[in-house]
């Protein structure tokens, strides 16, 4: 279960609703870094198990070709079906997953996490090739919906799936932002809480990050920010590119997120830089406002 999750219940009905339902097959949940994708996958996945309906959630970072996806789903489908293994001793890697994709007796749920590594990995035709395979999947099934969590939004996905839907991720809205911040800091005032969200863009992860130092620090959210210099009308992304802080402010932010990034999972690390990459780019081509 994901700890301290709030404030995506309009999202996740977003994604059970068709995939409960009977016409949709293929749902993509997408966004930036950081906003908590996975954590509505995964919540969602819960959600679809508590009606009964088989989740299978597969982590795709670090597949680089199709023959990755086959191998990977291959080692989860053939425990969970029962096949005649002499039928498919004859068949290719591709043909014997589609026949047990087949099999399936009933409708099934298969949540690809990270599917950025495998759909952008920059070599030739390998979208492509995902995309056939996933299609005869579904062409030859009609129990399996495939749901998929990405960074950009998979618009070609319609050419190729008439069931498709598109849930995007966006920052928190001001009340779950505030109701975070209180799970987090239940001793947290109205105005620090709103000042907190501010300060941290109503990104969820950098929300949890912010307020576990505040909190490993025992001091008051006020008095922590007002040491930090950091105003209720600043974000820690402009914050930091602030060139008017002294050494030893500076140095105090660089140990603030220095060590609070150690802390973070590997994963959550690489979302966090991909989000820092991505911000960046954003301000070079003049599009801040779409961080809102």
Same mark, same amino acid.
């Given at each position: 279960?994901? /700890? ?11 994604? @059970?609703?068709p995939v409960t339902s009977e016409f949709i097959r293929?749902? *993509? ?10 954590? @509505? ?13 088989? @989740? ?11 023959? $990755?996806?086959?191998?990977? =789903?291959?080692s989860v489908v053939r425990e969970a079906v029962t096949? !005649? +293994? ?5 068949? &290719?890697?591709?043909?014997? =997953? ?7 007796? !009933?409708? &099934? ?6 599917? !950025?590594?495998?759909?952008? &990995? ?6 492509? $090739?995902?995309? /056939? ?10 129990? @399996? ?19 498709? +839907? ?30 907190? *969200? ?12 912010l307020c576990s130092f505040i909190s490993e620090d ?32 500076? /140095? ?5 997120? !220095?060590?609070?990034? +150690? ?17 960046? $780019? ?11």
């Amino acid at each position: 279960m994901v /700890h301290n999750f709030t404030g995506r219940e309009s999202e996740c009905k977003e994604v @059970v609703d068709p995939v409960t339902s009977e016409f949709i097959r293929m749902v *993509t949940i997408w966004g930036s870094p950081l906003f908590g994708k996975t954590s @509505v996958a995964i919540t969602v996945g819960h959600g679809l198990e508590s009606q009964g309906l088989p @989740v299978y959630f597969i982590s795709l970072r670090g597949l680089q070709s199709k023959a $990755d996806l086959t191998s990977k =789903l291959l080692s989860v489908v053939r425990e969970a079906v029962t096949t !005649d +293994q002499s039928s498919v001793q004859r068949l &290719s890697l591709d043909d014997e =997953l589609c026949q047990i994709f087949t099999s399936i007796p !009933d409708r &099934s749920v298969f949540i690809f996490d990270n599917a !950025d590594d495998l759909l952008e &990995s920059g070599l030739p035709k390998v979208k492509a $090739d995902v995309m /056939h395979l996933l299609e005869e999947i579904l062409r030859r099934s009609k129990k @399996v919906v495939f749901v998929v969590t990405t960074r950009e939004s998979l618009e070609f996905m319609n050419l190729h799936f008439q069931g498709h +839907q598109s849930v995007r991720i966006r920052p928190l809205d001001k009340a779950s932002s505030k109701s975070l911040v209180h799970e987090l800091l239940p001793n947290a005032g109205t105005s620090d809480c709103t000042r907190i *969200t501010q300060i941290c863009g109503h990104v969820p992860l950098v929300i949890k990050v912010l307020c576990s130092f505040i909190s490993e620090d025992n001091a008051q959210p006020r008095t922590f920010l007002n040491d930090l210099g950091i105003s209720s009308t600043e974000s820690i992304a402009k914050l930091l590119d602030n060139p008017e802080h002294s050494a030893t402010e500076y /140095h105090r932010l660089q140990f603030l997120f !220095d060590s609070s990034f +150690q802390r973070l999972s590997p994963k959550e690390r690489e979302s966090l830089v991909s989000l820092c990459n991505h911000s960046r $780019d954003i301000q070079r081509r003049g599009c801040c406002s779409c961080f809102g």
